[in-house]
Structure formats: C-alpha cells, structure tokens
C-alpha cells in the first residue's frame, strides 16, 4: 500500500506528512534546526561564566544568574506557549521565538552592563519558551504516527548537538576575541548563528495544514496542572527533577572555575572541550531507555542517578584524567536519568499527559536555575569540596525518589 500524498488536495481533514516523502524531509531539517537553536542559545553563557566574574566584578554564584534567569523564565513561560500558539499559530510562534532569542544574544554582546545582560537573559528564557512545547505539538498534528517518533529523535539529537556546540562555539570564540571583548564576539557569533538557523527553519517548514485556531482556557489548564501535582508519583517525581538538573547544572556551572584555576590554569578554549562529554547523552538516553522497556523504569533510574553518584565521586581528585572520566560517568547517568523521568511524567496519568510532561519541565529547569545559582555560594566557601557536597546530597535525594517509586510500583 502506497503512502499517501502529504499534499494532496483538501477533502475534508488534509492527509497527515508521511515518513520518506519530500515534506518529511523538510520537517526533519527544520525541526533539528530548531532543537539546535533551543539549546545552543540556552547554555551559550556556561562556559563563560568565569569571564563574566572577572568582567563585572560579580561573584561566582552572580555570574551563573546569565544562566539561571533565562532557565527559570523559560520554565515559567513555557507552561503557557503551548496555549499562546493555539490563538497564533504553530509555525509563527516557534519562528518569532527563534528571532527573538537570537536578537537577544545578539544584543547581549554588545550590553555595557551586568544588569542589562541580566535583563536580556532573563527575556531571552521567556523568548524560547516558544518553541520546545510547540514543537511537540506541531509534529503530533501534522505528522503521521508512525513518523513522530524519528522526528522526534531528530529533534532530540538536534538539542544535544546544540547545547554541545553552542557551548564550544562561545568558548572558543572567547578565547580567539580577547582583543575584541572576549566573551562578547563568541555571545554575537552564537547570535548570528541563531538567525541562520532561523532562515533554514522558515524555509524548510511547511505551514500547518492540520491547525484550528482556538481560544484557549487558563482555566482549564491551571486545574489539571494543579491536579497532576496532587498526584503522589508526579509529586515525587517532580522532586527529583527538581534536584536532578539542580545538581548537574551546578556541576557543569563551576568546573570551568576549578579547571581555570590553579592546579589547572587552563585556558578558555581548552576548559570548555569539557562540553565534549554531551554526546554521551544520546548513547545513554537510547541504552537506558532500552533497559526500561525491559527492567521497569523504577530499577533502572536508580541505576542511572547511582551512576552521576559514582561520577562525582571520581571526579574529587585534583587529577584531570579522573575529571574527564568522572564527567563522562556522570554525564551519562544523567542523561539516562532524565530519558526516563520525562516519559515517566506522562505514564503516571491517566488523563491531562500534557500537563503532567509540562510540570515534569517547570520542576526541571527551575532546579537547574535555582540550585544552579546557589551552588556558587559553596564554591566560594568551601570550593569544589562544597559543590561536590551539594550536589551529592541532591543526587541523594533523587536516588531516594526513585526508590520511593520503585518500591510503590509505580515503574
């Protein structure tokens, strides 16, 4: 049987995009664009957090706030793009948030001052707020079942590659434009790379064929979020991805300070290769994932937090080969960690999936943000010695919600 046509000519409900037709093809490459986008925007201020301290005159928890702002307002704001795009449209609103957000980081460039940045950061959050969710939606509505998921993957890989890159890009360039501010030419160049991004992605995404415009009801969303949070598992489960990203955050926020300072003294350029590990993500979100299916999420998801446990740990000693493999331990933990929390959310429900996935994602990025911060205040008591107990008493606590749920059977 012939796939069918994905523009054939509208009688009653359009036909959905197939899987291997030119319109898929064209998805794929704008949907990774905007995965890329997402994430490369988001993190670009992390490995230059210790450029900021020096600039500005801020303290180490201070400067992670350029990451920590845009984090929390794009949590925040997140909750309800999904219902802004229904009165607006799916295309324009991911497409305005992709220009917004790197005019934005273009503007940051150029800001004289650490309030203003902050400023720009924190609506720069709001900004992307615009595509994740929307994404989501656009593919689930225009595509047919069976070409969500490798689209969906694409997207995935796309926001892998891009939290990787960005982070590379802007240290490197840092490094290279010390005569030219810094940190400021790799901001803009991470800027100019968003817009390109954002002309791939009007070009190459089809307009909605499957959208109706509609009012959307506040209302009605608060009450079901409100009633997901009441929902024993999610509210454990919200716990954990609270302290989940609260804990890997801070480590990725203040290695970049330990690895610049002495024993290391490494250079921008070099202490930002640390990013080099985010591939492990993909490899560990596709095995932990697999085991899952298998095993139950419950023992699996333990396995995967007792695994950044045993990262940390690694990476205590002042020997950099122990950091690198510790980060990679870690690192990998996390990422099974989160593949299986994410699609744990929606599973706990029986109605209202959306909104449980959704709370699972505010819960995430506002631990990223709020511990992420905070977290500076024991790099500058106790140094890595006060991150690595803050965040291994996070991790603790993660490692107890998992088991809470394994043991509830709710896996």
Same mark, same amino acid.
């Given at each position: 049987?012939?796939?069918?046509?994905?523009?054939a000519p509208d009688a009653g409900e359009r036909p959905r995009i197939a899987?291997?037709?030119?319109?898929?093809?064209?998805?794929?490459?704008?949907?990774?664009?905007?995965?890329?986008?997402?994430?490369? $925007?988001?993190? =670009?201020?992390?490995? #230059?957090?210790?450029?900021? &301290?020096?600039? !500005?005159?801020? /303290? +180490?928890? %201070?400067?992670? $706030?350029?990451? =920590?702002?845009?984090? #929390?307002?794009?949590?925040? &704001?997140?909750? !309800?793009?999904? /219902? +802004?795009? %229904?009165?607006?449209?799916?295309?324009?609103?991911?497409?305005?948030?992709?220009?917004?957000?790197?005019?934005?980081?273009?503007?940051?460039?150029?800001?004289?001052?650490?309030?203003?940045?902050?400023?720009?950061?924190?609506?720069?959050?709001?900004?992307?707020?615009?595509?994740?969710?929307?994404?989501?939606?656009?593919?689930?509505?225009?595509?047919?079942?069976?070409?969500?998921?490798?689209?969906?993957?694409?997207?995935?890989?796309?926001?892998?590659?891009?939290?990787?890159?960005?982070?590379?890009?802007?240290?490197?360039?840092?490094?290279?434009?010390?005569?030219?501010?810094?940190?400021?030419?790799?901001?803009?160049?991470?800027?100019?790379?968003?817009?390109?991004?954002?002309?791939?992605?009007?070009?190459?995404?089809?307009?909605?064929?499957?959208?109706?415009?509609?009012?959307?009801?506040?209302?009605?969303?608060?009450?079901?979020?409100?009633?997901?949070?009441?929902?024993?598992?999610?509210?454990?489960?919200?716990?954990?991805?609270?302290?989940?990203?609260?804990?890997?955050?801070?480590?990725?926020?203040?290695?970049g300070f330990r690895l610049q300072g002495a024993p290391f003294l490494l250079?921008?350029?070099?202490?930002?290769?640390?990013?080099?590990?985010?591939?492990?993500?993909?490899?560990?979100?596709?095995?932990?994932?697999?085991?899952?299916?298998?095993?139950?999420?419950?023992?699996?998801?333990?396995?995967?937090?007792?695994?950044?446990?045993?990262?940390?740990?690694?990476?205590?000693?002042?020997?950099?080969?122990?950091?690198?493999?510790?980060?990679?331990?870690?690192?990998?933990?996390?990422f099974g960690a989160h593949a299986i929390a994410s699609s744990w959310a929606?599973?706990?429900?029986?109605?209202?999936?959306?909104?449980?996935?959704?709370?699972?994602?505010?819960?995430?990025?506002?631990?990223?943000?709020?511990?992420?911060?905070?977290?500076?205040?024991?790099?500058?008591?106790?140094?890595?010695?006060?991150?690595?107990?803050?965040?291994?008493?996070?991790?603790?606590?993660?490692?107890?919600?998992?088991?809470?749920?394994?043991?509830?059977?709710?896996?």
């Amino acid at each position: 049987m012939s796939a069918p046509a994905p523009f054939a000519p509208d009688a009653g409900e359009r036909p959905r995009i197939a899987a291997g037709t030119p319109a898929f093809r064209r998805i794929n490459i704008a949907i990774f664009a905007c995965g890329f986008s997402i994430f490369a $925007l988001l993190y =670009s201020v992390q490995p #230059v957090l210790p450029l900021f &301290a020096q600039t !500005f005159g801020v /303290s +180490a928890a %201070e400067s992670s $706030l350029a990451l =920590s702002l845009t984090a #929390v307002t794009m949590a925040v &704001a997140m909750v !309800f793009a999904s /219902s +802004a795009s %229904e009165v607006v449209g799916r295309k324009p609103m991911m497409l305005g948030a992709l220009i917004a957000s790197s005019l934005l980081t273009l503007v940051v460039a150029f800001a004289p001052d650490w309030t203003q940045i902050l400023w720009l950061r924190a609506l720069t959050g709001v900004a992307l707020s615009g595509m994740p969710a929307v994404a989501l939606a656009y593919l689930g509505e225009e595509m047919e079942p069976k070409a969500v998921a490798p689209a969906v993957g694409l997207y995935i890989g796309g926001s892998a590659f891009g939290g990787m890159s960005g982070r590379l890009v802007v240290a490197w360039l840092a490094d290279f434009g010390a005569d030219y501010g810094s940190w400021r030419l790799g901001m803009a160049g991470l800027g100019a790379l968003g817009l390109a991004c954002a002309l791939v992605f009007w070009r190459a995404l089809p307009a909605s064929r499957q959208f109706v415009a509609r009012t959307p009801d506040l209302r009605k969303l608060v009450a079901s979020l409100i009633a997901c949070a009441r929902n024993p598992g999610i509210a454990v489960l919200l716990c954990a991805g609270f302290l989940m990203l609260g804990s890997f955050m801070t480590v990725y926020n203040y290695l970049g300070f330990r690895l610049q300072g002495a024993p290391f003294l490494l250079g921008q350029a070099v202490a930002g290769l640390v990013f080099l590990a985010y591939p492990m993500g993909s490899f560990a979100s596709a095995v932990m994932g697999a085991l899952a299916g298998r095993h139950g999420r419950g023992p699996v998801f333990a396995a995967s937090v007792a695994t950044m446990i045993f990262g940390l740990a690694l990476m205590t000693p002042d020997w950099l080969p122990a950091i690198v493999v510790g980060l990679l331990v870690l690192t990998f933990g996390f990422f099974g960690a989160h593949a299986i929390a994410s699609s744990w959310a929606s599973a706990l429900v029986d109605k209202d999936r959306a909104q449980a996935s959704s709370l699972y994602l505010l819960f995430y990025y506002v631990g990223g943000g709020a511990a992420g911060s905070l977290g500076g205040l024991f790099w500058e008591s106790h140094g890595w010695a006060g991150v690595a107990l803050f965040c291994g008493a996070m991790m603790l606590g993660v490692f107890a919600a998992a088991t809470l749920l394994w043991k509830a059977g709710r896996g």
